[in-house]
């Protein structure tokens, strides 16, 4: 289906947000990404509630996670408003914009960069082919956990592309922590690549290497998704995503990256100093 026009809209304002969110220096002064940022933030704010408004008329028979929200109530019985409504469709959208097809960017990397680990994992999904009639044959749930080199090549394209940069929260006190003192009401924002690419919790941390989530990781040393109430909620779907992603992925097309320049860029955000050209070629075999 192609995306509405109020959709690419809304895209290319969500756009300028991320590109926002990438710079260092955040000041509203005009003129700056920031300043535009948060323009294009009302813009989808406006979208966002002209979306719920028509929403609540349209009282469709299937439903939608906003359907959902809107039939929360809290312990007085009371629903959620259209301006809380409104705000929660911001994040969601915000938060599955491009974090996903971002994370697809980077598998294509690494295992583009590690063919002995990109034939372990052609091997994993070529046996869940098996029995399987046709190349249209969905997954079944089954297939999807039982996954789990795909799983770790997941877990650790997530630990070394750092796809959401930080994690925020607000002092609801005072606190001194370690000698910094950090006043109430202050926010603090915790670098995920700080945490993720530390010696200290991963051995050799720039190295892709999945087999280290064989073991099971020391506590808060790997948040890829946050932790806590605010942890993400698409968690689950994103990496469903990419499991089925890679499923058909290795098992239909080979890849070769192209690029000169494989350099990441770690800061402020991790990113591909050269993009990633990549020149893909459909399989002749199929595994049936
Ligand atoms: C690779 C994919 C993704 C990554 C790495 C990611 C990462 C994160 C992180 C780090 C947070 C902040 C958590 C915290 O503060 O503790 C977050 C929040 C959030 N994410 Fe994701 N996310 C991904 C995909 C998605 C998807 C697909 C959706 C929606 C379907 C989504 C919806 C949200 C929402 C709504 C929040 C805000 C939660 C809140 O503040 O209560 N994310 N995500």
Redesign the pocket.
Known sequence: MAPSPETMKMMDDYSYIVKAMETFMQFNIPGTSYHKALEKRQKVLESSLHIVKKRRLEQSKEKCPLDLLMELEDDNGDKISDDLLQV?LF??M???FH??S??FVWILKFLGENQLILQQVKAEQDTLRIGKTSPEDPLSWTDIVNMPLTSRVIQET?RIAN??P????QATEDINYNGIWIPKGWCVQLG?HYLHLSPEYHKDPLKFDPSRFQAPEKPVTF?????????????E??KM??LVFLHYLVTTYSWENIGSEKGIKYFPTSSLKGGLPIKISKLSEYVI
């Open positions: 929660q994040q969601f915000f938060g599955a974090s996903t971002v994370l997530l796809i959401a930080f994690m925020t929260r995920l948040l890829p998704f946050g932790s806590g109430v605010t942890m993400c909620p698409g968690r779907l994103a995503e990419a």
